[in-house]
């Protein structure tokens, strides 16, 4: 009777340690945080490497995140929706780039805020956007390209 006590108490400490752990690392990271802001809207050409949860950066501080990612059927952009902490007010002429945290680093959206006087409200578009930058073809482009950049390499150069 006794060693079904132990076990029963030494269960309850686990699940106890457990909960205490889980309730931390959520509290931690930041997953809660993206439902209390405000929304805001940004159209990207280039939208790769963004997902649902991605960091909404500014000065590379985290001040929201990204909510839904979707299609413009009629424009062919990506229309991402970000939730901003509702402490930061942003001006109207705020832009937002995709960029990333290195050469293979994840992918984050960055807000430079602008100089207006008018604020950004929930629900409010971003008009100045930046989309991703294919680091890929332009290191295959650089590397493959048969002219090279230089008049001799292409033949335009004048004979004095």
Request: proline share 4%; net charge negative; no cysteine.
């Amino acid at each position: 009777m006794k060693t079904n006590s132990v076990e029963t108490a030494v269960g309850a400490v686990v699940i106890l340690i457990a909960a205490a752990f889980f309730t931390f690392a959520y509290t931690t990271s930041g997953i809660g945080k993206g439902s209390g802001g405000y929304r805001l809207v940004a159209e990207f050409d280039n939208a790769d490497g963004i997902n649902i949860g991605s960091d909404v950066r500014m000065s590379g501080v985290k001040i929201g995140t990204v909510t839904s990612q979707r299609l413009d059927p009629t424009t062919y952009q990506a229309v991402i929706n970000l939730s901003i902490d509702p402490e930061l007010t942003l001006p109207d002429d705020s832009s937002a780039k995709v960029t990333s945290e290195g050469l293979l680093g994840s992918k984050f959206v960055s807000l430079e805020p602008g100089g207006s006087e008018a604020t950004l409200k929930d629900g409010d578009r971003i008009a100045y956007t930046q989309g991703a930058i294919d680091i890929w073809s332009l290191i295959s482009q650089f590397m493959f390209d048969s002219k090279g950049g230089t008049p001799e390499a292409d033949g335009s150069a004048v004979p004095e």
